[in-house]
């Protein structure tokens, strides 16, 4: 039989001191002199005691110690995608100071699943954190409200009373819409995030138009519109990845007599997808066809080109989440944060060919 494991009274009658004393050594939260403080550490390493029992400490804060946070898709696709990781890091290296870990919850990657995960129910956590662009009145929220656990949401739609984190996303891609008509593109195209959780793909039809649901893609569509610009053609996708990228500009881009002069899209690895269709098409890029992108991720890869894209704060986002949630831990009042973005001009976008320029297939 395995001998029992020391308890913190053990530690506090080796060291000749109470327990309560004891306590304070490893909690740190109350004046205790150092040289008491040494000789109950002294004492826990004489009798190889790890520490107080996380379990019960949480029971004694009447905190879990957890912030959830729900991803809003499959795991396996966000830890694909450069901007969840780093609004993620950010995130996290807020938090560990402050002595909370992350639960990560995903979305659901089939429409026919449930819309609420079961964790979301279940799972102890002091805080949730609802990411890309949570609504008010989004079903996860409402069970937590249900369950008297508070949130942060991230993009979505702000409330007066939930806390909320954002960036100038609509006015950022204004910007780029902006700057692809003054470098006299008419024929512009955009490719977006998903309208909803069915995740559909594909040219995007009128009767499609009405189901725009997700905060995010409403708002960036919007961008474009406050430009003054009427996309020729809009292609949905079902996530921010290259693959579906490059499927739009295949789509886009393949006829030669309804082709886009430039490319307006919701993120950078869907904007990279769309240039490598280009390059696979034949067309030059900018000289065929012009691409800016949304977020401002380094890719080397995409070389010789470097993306014309709207750049936001990726680790700091992560870190305003983090402040955040310290705050609705403190009892403090709601707020909105909301972070700059930055149109950066690459070499993925320039004037708009005429007729007797001709791309090159």
Not at 332 to 358: K, M, N, Q
Request: aromatic share 2%; charged share 20%.
């Amino acid at each position: 039989m395995s001998p029992s494991r020391p308890t913190l009274a053990d530690v506090a009658a080796a060291a000749g001191v109470s327990v309560s004393t004891a306590s304070l050594a490893f909690s740190g939260a109350g004046p205790i002199a150092g040289a008491t403080r040494q000789k109950v550490l002294d004492a826990a390493v004489r009798l190889d005691y790890s520490g107080p029992n996380p379990l019960g400490q949480q029971l004694r804060r009447g905190r879990s110690g957890i912030v959830g946070v729900v991803v809003g898709d499959s795991l396996g696709r966000s830890f694909r995608d450069p901007v969840s990781i780093q609004v993620l890091d950010g995130l996290v290296s807020t938090l560990g100071p402050l002595d909370l870990g992350v639960l990560l919850i995903p979305g659901s990657s089939d429409p026919a699943g449930p819309v609420v995960d079961p964790l979301v129910e279940t799972a102890a956590m002091d805080v949730a954190v609802l990411m890309w662009g949570g609504t008010t009145d989004d079903p996860m929220l409402s069970a937590l409200r249900r369950r008297g656990i508070p949130a942060v949401i991230v993009e979505g739609k702000s409330s007066e009373d939930v806390a909320s984190v954002g960036i100038d996303d609509r006015g950022g891609i204004r910007q780029a819409a902006e700057h692809l008509l003054s470098l006299g593109h008419t024929r512009i195209a955009t490719v977006t995030l998903p309208f909803n959780r069915l995740r559909n793909e594909g040219l995007v039809d009128e009767d499609r138009m009405t189901h725009l649901e997700w905060e995010i893609t409403k708002r960036r569509m919007a961008g474009v519109t406050d430009a003054g610009v009427t996309p020729v053609a809009v292609y949905e996708t079902p996530a921010s990845l290259v693959e579906h990228g490059r499927s739009a500009g295949l789509a886009l881009l393949t006829d030669a007599d309804r082709r886009p002069t430039a490319v307006a899209c919701q993120s950078d690895l869907l904007a990279s997808g769309v240039v490598l269709a280009a390059r696979e098409l034949g067309l030059r890029v900018p000289q065929d066809v012009s691409v800016c992108g949304f977020d401002g991720l380094d890719l080397p890869w995409l070389a010789p080109d470097v993306l014309t894209t709207v750049a936001q704060p990726l680790a700091e986002k992560g870190a305003a989440i983090g402040h955040a949630v310290e705050d609705v831990l403190a009892g403090e009042p709601p707020t909105y944060r909301e972070l700059p973005v930055e149109l950066r001009i690459g070499t993925t976008t320039g004037p708009a060919p005429t007729p007797s320029d001709g791309p090159t297939a």
